[in-house]
């Protein structure tokens, strides 16, 4: 099994938040930093979390989400639609890998390089996000009263 | 994902969005009125049952290609 990493250091210091690609077989998984419930809850709460905007910030140019269909990852997007079987359970995207091609890493970083370094992008802001709606969360359950 | 340009005779935008959306729901979530007029998808016009379709179904899939489209609604005033 070969593993690639696509890494980009946050200049924060700590621990790097980022997605990743494994190779196995004929099959090539991008793999979120973030689980499949955590992109729902941004999807429900912080859609705006999820996409990526262009330098005058009208226009979104990439845009992360979950899908019921089959998952993909393009220069638009990534589309999440199933679970690491790990026990982190991170969301993945599952691809194939057409059998004539003979370098995978090659073939995978020139076919979705450019839409990884974007999701890392969309992902750095996930984590402000989360903590946010979490907070929101809180407040409201605080505010329920069962009588 | 695919990039839908969606809109009408006075405005349209780009939209990112899951291919496995319908178009129905697409022009709801984005305000289209599309009980008035023709709908168009890449210039072709649509027959109603079709907008409860996916944009995948449609040969939308995200791939090279097919990655992005144009849904307009179309209305011609009378004798325009």
């Excluded at chain 1, 009208?58 to 998952?71: C, D, E, S, W």
């Excluded at chain 1, 220069?75 to 639609?81: I, K, M, P, T």
């Excluded at chain 2, 697409?26 to 907008?51: F, H, P, R």
């Excluded at chain 2, 899939?61 to 489209?69: A, L, V, W, Y």
């Amino acid at each position: 099994m070969e593993y690639i990493f696509f890494e980009r250091a946050k200049s924060s210091g700590k621990e790097p938040v980022m997605a990743r690609i494994i190779i196995a077989g004929d099959a090539a998984i991008v793999e979120s930093a973030y689980t499949l419930e955590q992109i729902k809850t941004l999807e429900k709460y912080r859609p705006r979390a999820l996409t990526l905007l262009d330098e005058d910030g009208k226009t979104v140019v990439f845009k992360v989400g979950t899908t019921t269909g089959k998952g993909s990852i393009n220069n638009y997007g990534a589309s999440f639609d199933s679970e690491s079987r790990n026990e982190g359970r991170k969301a993945i995207i599952t691809l194939s890998i057409p059998k004539e091609v003979l370098d995978a890493e090659t073939f995978v970083e020139d076919v979705i390089g450019v839409s990884i370094i974007s999701l890392n992008r969309v992902e750095e802001q996930f984590d402000a996000a989360l903590a946010s709606v979490e907070e929101e969360r809180q407040t409201v359950r605080a505010n329920i009263t069962v009588m | 994902m695919i990039k839908v340009t969606i809109g009408n005779n006075v405005k349209r935008e780009s939209v990112i969005i899951d291919e496995n959306e319908t178009l129905r729901s697409v022009l709801e979530d984005n305000g289209i009125d599309y009980t008035m007029g023709t709908m168009n998808l890449d210039g072709c016009s649509l027959k109603a049952g079709e907008l409860n379709q996916t944009f995948k179904e449609l040969g939308y899939d995200g791939t090279p290609g097919h990655d992005k489209c144009y849904l307009l609604n179309v209305v011609k005033a009378d004798n325009a």
